[in-house]
């Protein structure tokens, strides 16, 4: 018979170093991660703020990463956290900035949604198959699969960032709208978006980083 001897807090004892710094991507301050922080933001139209936390959280996964090969304690739970947070933080964050800004149609929201499914499906893929993706000296993967998430997320925020502090947010949402008035009513601006989606489901990309 086998005896599973308990281990008070094991959860937390099973955390890193590094996956204290994934969490600071995931729970910023202890009270809001900047992903969600950027979600608030976004439904207050703050949108140059939620690009900024973005950004925030976009350094956050990059030192963690950092953190985790310096010290060499690359773990299965900070890989997990990893995707959970980026999933919060640059899939749904720009998702949510977009559907806010005025991108509301039902064709539109499919591609939004679209985006999600994509981004997730990409998030998982990495899960699995990162061990097999070959390494350079320092463990830094030499490529990763599909276009990396905070990358377009960047994207998608910077333009709405930009858009915003020049205040053509209106000017764009009305004058890329396609079949206005009729359900497949749909703004030509998201087709960058949609490019994008396909590009996280790519099989290779050189250099690039999750």
Same mark, same amino acid.
């Given at each position: ?94 998702? !949510?900035?977009?559907? %806010?800004?005025?991108?509301?149609? #039902?064709?539109?929201?499919? *591609? &939004?949604?679209?985006? /999600? ?60 709208? !396609?079949?206005?008035? %009729?359900?497949?009513?749909?703004? #030509?601006?998201?087709?960058? *978006? &949609?490019?994008?989606? /396909? ?12």
């Amino acid at each position: 018979m086998v005896v599973i001897k308990e281990v008070r807090f094991d959860m937390i004892r099973r955390l890193r170093v590094a996956d204290y710094v994934t969490l600071s991507n995931a729970n910023k301050w202890d009270v809001a991660s900047c992903g969600v922080f950027s979600i608030f933001c976004s439904m207050q139209h703050d949108y140059i703020r939620a690009h900024l936390l973005l950004f925030v959280a976009y350094e956050c996964d990059r030192f963690d990463g950092i953190v985790a090969r310096w010290m060499n304690q690359c773990s299965d739970w900070g890989k997990q956290l990893d995707s959970f947070s980026d999933l919060v933080s640059f899939i749904m964050g720009p998702a !949510i900035m977009l559907h %806010t800004i005025g991108f509301q149609t #039902l064709v539109d929201q499919v *591609v &939004l949604i679209f985006w /999600v499914l994509c981004g997730l499906t990409r998030l998982v893929r990495f899960n699995v198959v990162a061990h097999l993706v070959p390494r350079d000296a320092h463990g830094k993967a030499l490529y990763h699969e599909g276009l990396a998430s905070p990358y377009a997320a960047l994207i998608v925020s910077t333009a709405v960032a930009v858009s915003t502090w020049m205040e053509w947010t209106s000017e764009i949402v009305l004058s890329s709208v !396609i079949f206005s008035g %009729t359900w497949p009513e749909f703004h #030509l601006a998201l087709v960058p *978006v &949609l490019v994008m989606s /396909v590009m996280m489901l790519l099989e290779q990309i050189t250099n690039s980083s999750v």
